[in-house]
């Protein structure tokens, strides 16, 4: 066979070819730079700079120049943002000067605008990108709808609920789901304590919280396993400015319980390393309620001074983090420690209400006795961000141990002996005890491929939970979780956003075995003997889902349509699987199902929003199916062996539908007066099993607010306002039993608050009158509802924060 040879002329021929279609490739992309300054003329570091249609991004250096290199030349316009300064957007003219644009000038925002402004412009873009329906608060929300707990000052928003514990402590419910149905993320970390329990609230200390975004719906493919009734996710703190020190002091009292405390804050940077600590301590008393007797299982319990008598508590907690920024590299260290002490209600906790010590509980409303418990949670992670080319990748390794014991006099039910052994592990008033420790880490990459955004991730997590005390409930637990993601956001054109997600989990649990200390008597074939009865058996469950997600986003200018279709689960916990003991919380014995399969759930979530000048609408429906939701059912039985007399409740599985909407509609009627309507409904049903045609626990009724808000201009005051909200929640008749019917309410609560200019800060006062007619309501989401106890008293908040800045050498 002959060697092909080209001729001189050919390989001319090729050349050109070549040539111009290199010449083609070239005319369809270009390479343009600039930079970016602020109105006094500074380079801007850290800029970002967006260009569209094809939503490329990066980010400018120190001197505040960008690049983009081979760029479609359809490219129509830049975006440049900046935190404290008015988004710029330029026009592209690439065929006119295709390489070096002006020097783009961003003018600091307007002192005078409201937050709340700000806050609805940052959920607009948000929920603009994104087929999840979230809502956005962010810490002067938060001031200024202050509770008792985090889960408190975030209930205000529609489809946002909580099981309260009292006044110190309380539990997300989204959408009528809660428990280990809905996570919570700090810092980039999935939160962990004993968030099983009714009676565990949340170790969060909301006066370092800067912003939350609330995910209302399953989010599996994001989070993983718990996530499958939604996520309350707390963003890190802004990194500090360069050169600077300062802080901020908040005092905080409230009238109901007299409470007393505040936080400290401080933090600093220089160039590139900052910190930013804070130090926050509470103290509070019995809170009151409008009734001076309640009753707890039918009998009448007299309450002194209308005071819940040792519902006592206090709290602190610190926090630090630190760290090092520059233009391609950032890392953060978070360390906390949450510490509370709160007292349960003496007569409904175990004991029999009629044999509580009323003098000692009634000698002062601030002593915390027994029964009571102890929480202590430490948290230290790390997040680290680096540029790599076109990748931005994010690792994050964390620890957390949270260590609760609950505290209560010993007494022997059932074959318990009646003189507690002094030989015994536990101390004799250590009721319970959980130790648990989790390790967890993490690996994202972000990236782009034309008007393909993607997120790929692998996650882990091992769980260690230790038990102790003379009472039994769960056993001592290990468990594994680890999951992989990607995720596609898809920029069609500015009208049209596409996503799609996949994701894979494995999961295994593994419980040891329990033996009880105590002997039982047992009868056999007609012979009676004691035994040391074994109360939970060894037992390993390994879990494997494959979970998906779609949705869409349609943006016009004053409309938006969004829609998100996708599964979700969630594996069984300790407490679903392997329970056999008294809850003492609840006067009832609850017992797991060791073959539990892992909840499922499908589901569609629509957002409508429609924005004009003075009005602003949003309804956003939704729909679940789960073809094995998890529930603890009511039995007919009794236990024999622990107190003779409490019912026998039993985790099992069910089909349940659900489906409701939230409305948030908003008018501007004058300048300075506002108004606003909140709307929430929710209703579901089990499709099969013993309780199939009920509804399911803890299922929040429906409930309109009207909110009125005046926004008067005063001279050195800025941010001044007055509202006045009513909300009306319906009856709750859809319960499933021993739960009740809850009549409906109307309440009231009055709020005000401005900040006083100063020459650096600004001093922020807030006041809130909470129940604001005194008004007695039962809530059917709480956790003392089952005795018929009402909701807290009137109570006056009033809070200060006053900010402090050392050094400023920007």
Not at 62 to 80: D, Q, R, T, W, Y
Not at 134 to 147: C, E, K, M, T, Y
Not at 234 to 248: C, E, N, R
Not at 670 to 679: A, F, M, P, T
Request: proline share 4%; with cysteine.
């Amino acid at each position: 066979m002959n060697e092909y040879k080209p001729n001189r002329l050919q390989i001319i021929y090729l050349l050109l070819f070549f040539a111009v279609i290199f010449t083609k490739i070239s005319a369809q992309t270009i390479s343009i730079s600039g930079k970016v300054f602020s109105n006094n003329h500074k380079p801007l570091e850290r800029a970002t700079v967006t260009l569209y249609p094809s939503f490329t991004t990066t980010f400018t250096n120190k001197e505040g120049a960008f690049f983009f290199n081979k760029i479609p030349k359809n490219s129509k316009k830049l975006i440049v943002t900046y935190s404290g300064y008015i988004q710029s957007e330029i026009e592209l003219s690439l065929d006119k000067n295709p390489n070096i644009q002006p020097d783009i000038i961003l003018h600091q925002e307007v002192k005078e605008l409201q937050e709340v402004v700000i806050k609805d412009n940052y959920t607009t873009r948000l929920n603009k990108k994104e087929s999840l329906n979230i809502a956005v608060v962010n810490s002067s929300f938060i001031q200024r709808n202050l509770g008792g707990s985090l889960m408190q000052s975030l209930q205000r928003l529609p489809g946002v609920k909580t099981i309260s514990i009292g006044s110190g402590g309380s539990k997300p419910l989204i959408r009528g789901l809660s428990f280990n149905q809905v996570i919570v993320v700090e810092n980039g970390i999935k939160h962990e304590g004993q968030q099983w329990g009714a009676d565990h609230g949340l170790e969060i200390d909301q006066y370092a919280v800067n912003r939350v975004e609330i995910i209302k719906g399953p989010s599996s493919f994001i989070y993983g396993s718990d996530a499958i009734g939604g996520a309350i996710n707390i963003k890190p703190l802004p990194i500090p400015a360069k050169h600077t020190l300062g802080g901020s002091v908040d005092i905080t009292g409230k009238s109901n319980n007299e409470q007393y405390g505040g936080s400290f804050n401080l933090f600093g940077r220089n160039e590139k390393w900052f910190f930013d600590t804070r130090i926050t301590t509470m103290d509070y008393g019995d809170y009151r309620v409008p009734t001076n007797v309640v009753q707890v299982y039918n009998y009448a319990v007299p309450l002194y001074k209308n005071h819940l008598r040792n519902t006592a508590g206090r709290e602190l907690n610190f926090h630090a983090s630190t760290g090092y920024v520059s233009q391609k590299f950032k890392s953060v260290m978070y360390l906390s420690n949450v510490y509370s002490k709160t007292g349960f209600f003496a007569n409904a906790h175990g004991l029999e209400p009629r044999n509580v010590d009323t003098e000692l509980h009634d000698k002062s409303s601030r002593d915390i006795q027994m029964p009571h418990q102890e929480v202590n949670h430490t948290k230290i992670s790390n997040t680290t961000l680096f540029q790599l080319g076109e990748h931005q990748l994010e690792t994050q390794i964390g620890f957390q141990k949270n260590f609760r014991r609950e505290w209560s006099h010993y007494v022997n039910h059932g074959y318990m002996p009646p003189i507690y052994p002094d030989a015994m592990y536990a101390p004799q008033d250590l009721e319970r005890q959980y130790d648990k420790e989790v390790f967890s880490a993490s690996v994202k990459d972000e990236f782009s491929l034309g008007n393909h955004q993607f997120t790929v991730g692998i996650n882990t997590e091992l769980q260690q939970n230790k038990i102790g005390g003379w009472s039994f409930l769960i056993p001592a637990f290990t468990q594994i979780n680890a999951g992989a993601f990607t995720y596609d956001k898809i920029q069609l054109n500015e009208k049209w956003l596409l996503h799609a997600a996949l994701r894979m989990d494995y999961g295994r649990i593994k419980t040891k075995p329990y033996t009880d200390w105590f002997e039982s008597e047992v009868t056999t074939n007609g012979q009676t003997n004691f035994e040391y009865l074994n109360r939970s058996e060894e037992l390993t469950r390994t879990f494997k889902s494959f979970t998906w997600s779609a949705g869409v986003n349609y943006n016009l200018e004053k409309f938006s349509l969004k829609a998100n279709a996708g599964t979700s689960f969630r594996m069984p916990i300790a407490k679903e699987l392997a329970s056999n003991g008294v809850n003492y919380h609840y006067f009832r014995f609850e017992k797991g199902d060791p073959n539990l399969s892992a909840e499922q759930s499908y589901q569609l979530d629509l957002g409508l929003e429609w924005q004009d000048n003075k009005w602003s609408v949003q309804l956003s429906p939704f729909f679940n199916y789960f073809p094995n939701y998890i529930y603890l059912n009511p039995t007919s039985q009794h236990d024999i062996y622990y107190g003779a007399g409490n019912q026998i409740f039993e985790y099992e599985q069910s089909k349940v539908m659900r489906y409701g909407c939230e409305l948030q509609t908003r008018y501007q009627f004058l300048k300075n007066l506002s108004g606003e309507i909140l709307v929430e409904y929710l209703y579901s049903e089990q499709l099969s099993g013993n309780k199939k045609g009920y509804t399911l626990p803890f299922s929040p009724p429906a409930s309109v607010l009207f909110g009125l808000t005046y926004s008067p201009e005063i001279k050195n005051l800025r941010d001044t306002y007055f509202s006045l909200d009513y909300r009306f929640t319906a009856e709750q008749n859809q319960i499933v039993p021993p739960e009740k019917k809850t009549a409906s309410s109307s309440i009231f609560n009055l709020a005000l608050g401005t900040k006083i200019r100063t020459r650096q800060q600004d001093l922020a006062i807030s006041l809130q009158v909470q129940n604001l007619f005194n008004t007695k309501y039962l809530n059917h989401t709480s956790f003392y509802r089952l005795i018929e106890l009402p909701e807290a008293s009137r109570n006056i908040i009033l809070s200060i924060k006053i900010p402090f800045l050392i050094l400023n050498q920007k």
